[in-house]
């Protein structure tokens, strides 16, 4: 059979590489046969999402490429601009990790479908078309009385359903799916997988789909490449690199990853004391409500005899956190963490209810007073990037906490930051004292964060979502690392997450939310192995096992 897609001895350079021998993609070559489905993974940086870019033609026009890809027997890289167009979309479309960079947030989704219609086929008549758009909507579960809605008036994972519809609208051979789940929960990202296989199965269309998830790879793809260092160092059928891998770097991310999943890896927390003993509680929250009022126009207003829309985002948490303790918030995405956690920072002021930590109910404290307590509640976010300022070193920004508090001089804080940056295996310290956060990876740059959020001496740190953007083997080096440094500086965590396994390789306890409320709350492995609540029981049958595949390797 002749394949569908071929990249031969495909090599990349950035134009801001300081040699020209600074390959981001080096010598890398595979194929791809109808309604085939492989999986390229690796860590952040090996070069994964350039091979999807390249062979788009949607990197920089300085970028310096070699090598072929064909399409059904013709070099993309010799198309002119008519054939090109037609190239995307028609016989290749992309699916982006953020669904809110492909669609335009002034535009309704029944116009986002229409416009990518027309512009391919201009034949069709407004009704055919609609037709069509209607068609596929329904397809990834889309209800047609949305066509008037915006991006902004759905939840992430329907974001990425109108997404994989647009790419589909033109009935593509091929369809690149560059981290399409890693901002969702395990349940939406379940569906979505799911269903982008279902309906490519069904029209004979291939997939490459890039990702860090080797769980998630093994699951839905029937090849998977592993890149590294921008080449790709091993390349097989997924039970053959699953059971018998050959390369140092795939056996070191299948041993990470199994590593987090193992549960004998577990053990007991030394300094936790039993919640309801003697311990006073670090965090207590009582009946803590965020409401949101949608606002409605002055006619709406004066016409409507309706009440205003409120949005339950956190409804009625009651919570306690101790001393010493990991406790894991798991959920949905839209359920309420992330907002919760704003709320125990007061970022946002809660609706009703108390928030107390070391004894003081923080709702009832000014903001200057507030601002006091924030020294011993410091946050680690996802995204360490957009919380790093560009324009600032290292140094300066883990310096920055002890300089706002007043807390040490510039010449303290610089010894201070030098002591840090070793303790977060950072060195040697000096050079990375002086970089900027552009010349880091991912996870280096969450170390930072980690470094920053630790210069004030805290006593809880709430992490949310910390190494969702991580592969796997540094997901377990900067868990590894942050439990250290929870022994090492007395810390207490609300650690925030969407990754099930990460919950039970680090956290305590587990409280489940969904709809704003806790559903379940409890030991890590009780939650586990004996889940009450039906939402916890979908939960964790829709998350992706290693263990499991290998048992159906066997």
Known sequence: MPSLFDVEHLRVAYPHSRTPQSWAVNDVSFSLQPGERLGLVGESGCGKSTIGRAVMRLLPTTSQIEGQVRFEGQPVFDMDAKRLRQFRGEAVALVFQDPMTRLDPLMTIGDHCLETLKAHRPQLSNSQAKNKALEILEAVKIPANRWSQYPHEFSGGMRQRVAIALALLLDPKL??????????????????????????????????????????????????????????????????????????????????????????????????????????????????????????????????????????????INLELYPGEILGLVGESGCGKSTLSRTILQLIRATNGSVEFLGTDLTQLSREQVRKYRRQMQMVFQDPHACLNPMMTVGESIADPLLIHQLATPEEAKTQVLTMLDRVGLTPTEEYYQRYPGELSGGQQQRVAIARALMTHPKLLICDEPVSMLDASVQAQVLELMLELKQEFNLTYLFITHDLWVARFLCDRIAVMNGGKIVELGATEDIFTNPQHPYTQTLLSAVPSLSKLEQEII
């Open 175 to 316: 369809i690149v799916a560059d981290e399409p789940t890693t901002s969702l929960d395990v349940t939406v990202s379940a569906q979505i997988l799911k269903e982008l296989t279902r309906l490519c199965e069904q029209r004979g269309t291939a997939i490459l789909l890039i990702s860090h998830d080797l769980a998630m790879v093994g699951e839905y793809c029937h090849k998977i490449a592993v890149m590294y260092q921008g080449k790709m160092v091993e390349m097989g059928a997924s039970q053959t690199v699953f059971q018998s891998p050959q390369h140092p770097y795939t056996q070191s991310l299948l041993k990470s990853a199994l590593h987090l999943q193992d549960i004998e890896n577990k053990e007991a927390n030394p300094t936790l004391e039993t919640p309801g003993s003697s311990s006073q509680p670090l965090l207590s929250l009582k009946n803590v409500q965020q409401y949101y009022t949608l606002e409605s126009s002055f006619l709406q207003q004066l016409f409507s005899k309706q009440k205003k829309s409120v949005i339950k985002a956190v409804d009625g």
